[in-house]
């Protein structure tokens, strides 16, 4: 059971990138998948999280209108599409799986599995 973060980067403010969450060892079509991000000296937090038992897709404040998360069920992968980036969006990014299938940025405990992360960095 694995999940793979990908497309971080270095990208100037107002740029995009998007990122990929791919899963191996099982189906994330019965998991809720959230995006959390941790900057240095920070907390892990919540960005965005989708259920697919409710349909239910939450953001964070800070990135509602700028981030959108979509799943592709036939690759087996989530994305974060990232725009209008923020020197503030710099971070580590991780994706996680939650088997009980419910959406929130806040349960980190909640959720079963991680990935290893994928570093974004916003700067001129």
């Known amino acids: 059971v694995q999940l793979v973060e990908s497309g971080g980067g270095l990208v100037q403010p107002g740029g995009s990138l998007r990122l990929s969450c791919a899963a191996s060892?099982?189906?994330?079509?019965?998991?809720?998948i959230g995006w959390f991000r941790q900057a240095p000296g920070k907390e892990r937090e919540g960005v965005s999280c989708?259920?697919?038992?409710?349909?239910?897709?939450y953001y964070a404040d800070s990135v509602k209108g700028r981030f959108t998360i979509s799943r592709d069920n036939a690759m087996n992968t989530v994305y974060l599409q990232m725009n209008s980036l923020k020197p503030e969006d710099t971070a580590v990014y991780y994706c996680?799986?939650?088997?009980?299938?419910?959406?929130?940025?806040?349960?980190?405990?909640?959720?079963?599995?991680w990935g290893q992360g994928t570093q974004v960095t916003v700067s001129s």
């Open positions: 060892g099982f189906n994330l079509d019965f998991y809720a």
């Open positions: 989708t259920s697919s038992s409710d349909g239910a897709t």
């Open positions: 996680a799986a939650d088997s009980s299938n419910h959406c929130s940025l806040y349960g980190v405990d909640d959720y079963d599995y």
